[in-house]
């Protein structure tokens, strides 16, 4: 037990480390600005006109579940809060590296094997990454690992309720986090239709055929329970869905937005990089060499059940067989619901091949060393990754710094535009609180605009609704460049402000009641949010 919880510690510690540095990387930025810090009811369902919605987030919706986690975070502990706006990420990240000890052990009789599967999955640049991004792929990881452990549970045990609500659970948020993941739902019922229908299988698990006919209609009810669940969560999102697979199989349509359809250019790149690519996501770096032994541990690897080698191959094959048949692919982070079984049977192959090689030279030791030597190296291949590669690839600049410099830069009348929305985050803060002091104090001070160094301010134009640019006439207007990092901040000057509403328009408006009862009052200044709000 000693062992666990220093293994689980470590790789708890590999994840604290950089989880507070200031958000905006891994599309934590436009999910954050475009879903995060809207109203629940924008996540839940779509609003306004189709053409307005955001596309490039999925046609109306995104990670449903994991954005209504994170706006209650945000609720809960304020939009500035990174270290509460990726805490699901991160706790899911280590119940699922327990969750792989937890199946591992199931599968192998030997405990080694789930030690070696609990080391390798906590030291997974690939796993440490998502459990440190506030997106929803790490609770995808978890909800993959939980199906598997209640399903296999289901098989063996008679606590049916139990058993089956956690399948149920776990696949439908799984869904509802990422539609796709449907796919590994769908892998998983093909897996358990082999158990409970070849007779091989069948005498493994001790069933009958009451049994197995109980048992069959068990799994049959959660999967459809599943099924319609997922589609009635989606619902008010169906036609967007539906938009995004007529122009997914537009042939005419090849823009360059279209990212999705941009990954692999062809049905031979489908056949031939599908697999490669998922690999490569979870083993990068030297690690790849590694994969080899994913495949002895199936093949050769002592499991406790013959049924057990065919789980990663259906869910495996079944995931690329429907890529193929469907066309429809996404990157790969978008399959990492096959990570934890992979880096299970990884671990089985190299405690199998240790033993072999020591069988062979005939060295017999009561502790493995040629395991322990294997698995050494991947661990430390997989920490020269990490510390040489993936942290320094997330370190961020001092936002508070930034945005300390910023404030004392620019008057709190002042309007602040953003050229580029990478920056929009990191400046959210300043931005509210002026465009708040404008509003109370009716009066606007001046523009500024910060842009990157490598942009001509010149060039920058704002669009209107339906989308046409609109020129502000920077050019020749622009004060000189005050410059931080690699950033700039420009004063447009010399410009003619025209208010919209005139001034003191509250008292001199001929104001006519619509509903209600009462007197009209004056309010000595003006509210940006809340009650008797100007907005």
Known sequence: ??????????????????????????????????????????????????????????????????????????????????????????????????????????????????????????VCPIHIYYSQTARGYSLVMFFSTLSIYAALNLLRSNRHFMWGFLLFL???????????????????????????TIPALKVEFGLHQKSISRKFYQFLAIFLFMGTGSVLFYWPHIDGALQMLNEYYDDSNVVSSNLVKGIYTSY??????????????????????FTPFILIGIFWGQTNRLAYRLLPIVILLTTYLFTLITGLAYYPRG?????????????????????????????????????????????????TEIFLNYYPSIKTFDVKAYTQKLSDQIQKNDLLLIADSRFYLYTRSVYKKNLQNII????????????????????????????????????????????????????????????????????????????????????????????????
């Not at 905006?24 to 999910?31: I, K, L, V």
């Not at 490569?280 to 690690?287: C, D, M, N, S, Y």
């Not at 399959?335 to 090689?357: D, K, M």
Request: net charge neutral.
């Open 335 to 383: 399959y990492l619901f096959n990570l934890p079984l992979l880096l299970i049977f990884l671990a089985g192959g190299i405690v199998w091949t240790g033993e072999y090689l020591g069988n062979l030279i005939k060295k017999k030791n009561s502790v493995n060393w040629i395991s322990y030597s294997l698995i050494g190296a991947y661990v430390t291949l997989a920490l």
């Open 268 to 289: 031979s790149d489908k056949l031939i990089y599908f697999i490669p690519n998922l690999l490569a996501k979870i083993f990068p770096g030297l690690l790849i060499y």
């Open 440 to 535: 109370t104090n009716n009066q606007l001070g001046g523009i500024k605009l910060i842009v990157d160094n490598n942009f001509n301010a010149a060039d920058y134009n704002i669009k209107s609704p339906r989308g046409v640019p609109i020129s502000l006439g920077w050019k020749d207007r622009l004060k000189q460049k005050i410059v931080f990092d690699d950033r700039s901040l420009f004063d447009l000057e010399n410009i003619d402000l025209i208010s919209v509403l005139p001034e003191d328009f509250e008292a001199t408006t001929d104001w006519h009641i619509q509903s209600g009862d009462g007197e009209f009052s004056l309010l000595k200044e003006h509210k940006f949010t809340g009650k008797y709000s100007l907005l």
């Open 170 to 196: 776990s696949g439908i948020l799984s869904v509802y986090t990422i539609p796709l993941i449907a796919v590994f739902i769908l892998s998983l019922a093909v897996w358990v239709l082999l158990v409970l």
């Open 1 to 122: 037990m000693y062992i666990l919880i220093a293994l689980l510690l470590f790789g708890t510690i590999l994840r604290v480390y950089q989880l507070d540095r200031a958000l905006g990387g891994g599309d934590e930025n436009q999910a954050l600005l475009e879903w995060v810090y809207t109203p629940m009811n924008y996540i839940l369902t779509p609003s306004g006109d189709p053409s307005h919605w955001n596309w490039s987030l999925g046609f109306g919706f995104d990670q449903i579940f994991n954005n209504i986690v994170l706006r209650m975070m945000v609720l809960l502990f304020g939009e500035d809060n990174t270290i509460a706006i990726r805490f699901p990420a991160f706790i899911t990240g280590i119940a699922c590296i327990w969750m792989v000890y937890k199946i591992a052990r199931q599968i192998y009789p030997t405990v080694a094997v789930a030690r070696f599967a609990l080391v390798t999955i906590a």
